[in-house]
């Protein structure tokens, strides 16, 4: 496939990742929402745990795309500044979202989804204008092998033995070592210094799904290896989370990458035989308008959440007065947070819309 083709089915899954994060991240009611769609406490995996793992997964299929050409044609140099000088501006959001609305700098929290995103673009994207698509898949294996080597192996200090609980694990310690700020979950951070290893092995495997988008092969092979690689993924992610390391977003385990990029993987490659192969692509256009300014998206929500979740109305933030009212004609209390949480979805692709109609794409 050429590079200069552009795959829908990649700017649909960005876009309804997206949404979906944003519906997560803002329920109607935090006291009332499914099981699924909230993070898991420690082990184990929900429909949520699964989205930022899927964003990541994007992110490595979209530096292939982008730099496949560049990376033969164009000097190294200014490649290296536009990646970080992007990654820069991804980063300085994140801040910026972190220290909303009270802007405290004194106790701003330096991570989050968006400082993720930042610093597993730029290693990626690096390490894609360096490599070859096997030597991509040794350094993926490399990074999962020997932070799951580091976890089991090397004893929490002060405690003395190794630890996988909540916030006595060798990850915590080192983010209470050397990370600045507040923590997320206050003695330890999601987050983290060092699964920052096993979220840059997780774009290294979109980065393998990109180089096969590229491949010669027919697009029914390319459909046929991707569905393949990501139920054995899957399949090798959870006997893999059967023994001493669970399948954990917390600690972004090596199984967790295995399990959440199969998944991706299937579901990109479900959504390119139906999309690109098939060609339904009707039914992909919101996926398309929120894509099209996917990060945007994400701040804006952030923004708009000052209103729909901090202003009072008759005593009540509206996002309390509408789940009440809700539930007081008779709907369930978490259908109710839901139904409100995709309303605010709703209100967020106003104005992405817009900027697509005006063909505004906002790159950070």
């Not at 649909?12 to 993070?39: C, D, K, Q, W």
């Not at 996988?164 to 070592?177: C, K």
């Not at 579901?267 to 996917?294: C, R």
Request: net charge positive; proline share 5%; aromatic share 14%.
């Amino acid at each position: 496939m050429p590079p200069s083709n552009r795959l829908i089915s990649l700017d649909a899954l960005r876009g309804f990742t997206i949404a979906a994060m944003i519906m997560v991240n803002f329920p109607g009611s935090e006291e009332f929402v499914y099981f699924t769609l909230r993070h898991t406490k420690w082990n184990g995996l929900s429909f949520t745990d699964n989205i930022a793992p899927v964003f990541l997964f994007v992110i490595g299929v979209s530096i292939v795309l982008a730099y496949s050409r560049k990376k033969i044609t164009e000097p190294k140099g200014p490649l290296y500044k536009k990646i970080i000088f992007r990654s820069l501006k991804i980063f300085a959001v994140g801040m910026f979202l972190n220290l909303m609305p009270d802007f405290d700098f004194a106790n701003v929290r330096w991570t989050g989804t968006l400082h993720r995103i930042a610093i597993v673009f730029l290693i990626c994207a690096l390490v894609y204008l360096h490599t070859n698509w096997k030597q991509q898949a040794w350094i993926t294996a490399i990074l999962l092998v020997g932070y799951s080597l580091m976890l089991t192996c090397i004893p929490t200090p002060g405690v003395g033995k190794v630890m996988l609980e909540p916030g006595v694990n060798i990850v915590a310690w080192v983010d209470t070592q050397w990370l600045p700020g507040k923590m997320w979950q206050g003695t330890w951070d999601p987050e983290s210094i060092l699964t920052n290893i096993t979220s840059v092995a997780t774009g290294l495997t979109g980065m393998l799904a990109g180089n096969l988008m590229l491949s010669g092969h027919s697009p029914e092979r390319k459909v046929n290896y991707l569905m393949t690689a990501g139920m054995f993924s899957a399949i090798a992610g959870y006997f893999w989370g059967l023994g001493i390391l669970h399948v954990n977003e917390n600690l972004w385990t090596s199984p967790f990458v295995l399990v959440t990029s199969g998944f991706a993987a299937l579901l990109f490659g479900a959504l390119y035989f139906l999309v690109d192969i098939l060609g339904y692509t009707k039914w992909t256009k919101p996926g398309i308008i929120f894509g099209s300014n996917a990060i945007t998206a994400y701040v804006l929500a952030d923004v708009f959440a000052l209103l729909f979740y901090r202003a009072k109305f008759g005593g009540l933030p509206l996002n309390e007065l509408v789940v009440r009212k809700l539930i007081s004609i008779g709907l369930q209390p978490e259908l109710a947070s839901l139904l409100y949480a995709l309303s605010f979805v709703c209100i967020n692709f106003i104005p992405a819309y817009i900027l697509y109609r005006k063909k505004i794409f906002i790159k950070l």
